[in-house]
């Protein structure tokens, strides 16, 4: 178990993924959506006004280092660029949503229900903040939002019921499988789009173990040491440690401790830095590749506007 690992079970998140290179992520990455070639035994089978894109953050252009997006607590590492971004991952869920029902429909109305999920699907709620991967950032954001605000974004739209022999013919469909989301931490069948898993997860790994990174955890219980609070072994992760029997003001002001320390060092900059540099290699020599997986990736985005277009979800 890798101290980013252990980051993710100090939160306690329930729906935390496992990755394949054995660190988990939060639903930042809409890991734990029923994605779908999941949904084939997720058991699926169990009017909208117009609006305009929604408001989260952009879309990432390639980048070649960390990227903190200050505003919505998000961190951007390179890999990512290949994929979708959190805002185009939810457009391209709320489309696939539809294509889905209207297939359930044989082509005919989707109806109400479909519509107005597929709408609050890319509705921002809160920041989709990003604390578990180094540690807690951006106070302000903590502050004003909690801890783990909208995590993953607004949740997923919830698919049309049918039948299963339905399900699984409109799951299957290419229409349907033509708008899967594409982003780093999605398990995938396509290989290519698994190796943005592999990737991210193994530069995340290996920043974990970068002297350069002990010696940001180490700064970082100097620091929570000065305002009284204790450190986790850097075998449980190295940050604050929060006793079981506290309640949730206390946790938040030992995460805002926390996030407190991290801003005022630098840590968090640092640490994408790090990881950056590792993916930065994968990059370079896969770049042929890449550039692939982004155009499929953008080629999606766009088909999936269109559908909600059509629908007057999108202007």
Known sequence: MTKLTKRCELFNRAHCSRMPSGIRRLPF??????????????????????CTSPSSSPSASFVTTGVLDW????????????????????????????????????????????????????????????HWLYGAWDAPVIAAYGMSP???????????QADPDVAYRCTSAKETMALEPIFAGLSSMNESVQKLTNWYGDSITSTSADERYMKLLTQLGDCLSRKGYSQNDFS?????????????????KANLAEAQCEDDMGMTQQAADISAEYQMQYIKDNQAELLEIKRISNERVEKAKQVLHDYGILS
């Open 29 to 50: 990455s809409r890991g734990s959506r029923p994605y779908f070639m999941f949904v084939l035994i997720a058991f699926l089978c169990t009017s909208a006004s117009g």
């Open 71 to 130: 505003e919505y607590a998000i961190i951007t590492l390179p890999i990512e660029s290949y994929g979708m971004s959190l805002q185009e991952q939810q457009i391209v869920e709320a489309a696939q949503s539809l294509v889905f029902a209207r297939c359930v429909m044989n082509g005919g109305d989707v109806g109400d229900k479909a519509l107005s999920e597929a709408k609050r699907a890319i509705t921002i709620l809160s920041p989709n903040a990003v």
């Open 150 to 160: 909208g995590s993953g974004g607004p949740p997923s739209p919830a698919y049309m």
């Open 236 to 252: 449980d992760g190295g940050f604050v440690h929060i006793p079981s029997a506290w309640d949730s003001e206390q946790v938040l």
